[in-house]
């Protein structure tokens, strides 16, 4: 069982910084790829990143492109998601996701099956 936490989210000002953060127990996080979706108020869950075991590939939507950074730390359990700099569009519950079950060198996609889900950090960001 691998249970999924993030920290990090706040309310912050257009053009700011924040590093998400998300721990997930268990001994296989350095074998599981892991990705961040985010849920807008009234908008469908929204694939945003994701990242392979070792951390040497990533894959990013478009939408997100060059302000968004997916990383990881496999000796603290950690994914990080380093939004920079922040629009107000951003703002959602950020959640991140543990795919248990790819190879190295593969980046899960936004349509992987994810076998476990963080509660999510609220990130909000005013103009």
């Known amino acids: 069982q691998v249970q999924p936490v993030e920290s990090g989210g706040g309310l912050v000002q257009a053009g700011g910084s924040l590093r998400l953060s998300c721990v997930a127990s268990?001994?296989?996080?350095?074998?599981?790829?892991m990705a961040w979706f985010r849920q807008a108020p009234g908008k469908e869950r929204e694939f945003v990143a994701s990242i392979s075991r070792s951390g040497g590939y990533t894959y990013y939507a478009d939408s997100v492109k060059g302000r968004f950074t997916i990383s990881r730390d496999n000796a603290k359990n950690t994914v990080y998601l380093q939004i920079d700099p922040l629009k107000p569009e951003d703002t959602a519950v950020y959640s991140c996701a543990v795919a248990g079950r790819v190879g190295e060198g593969v980046v899960p996609g936004p349509l992987y099956d994810y076998d476990y889900w963080g509660q999510g950090t609220q990130v909000t960001v005013s103009s």
């Open positions: 268990g001994r296989t996080f350095s074998s599981s790829g």
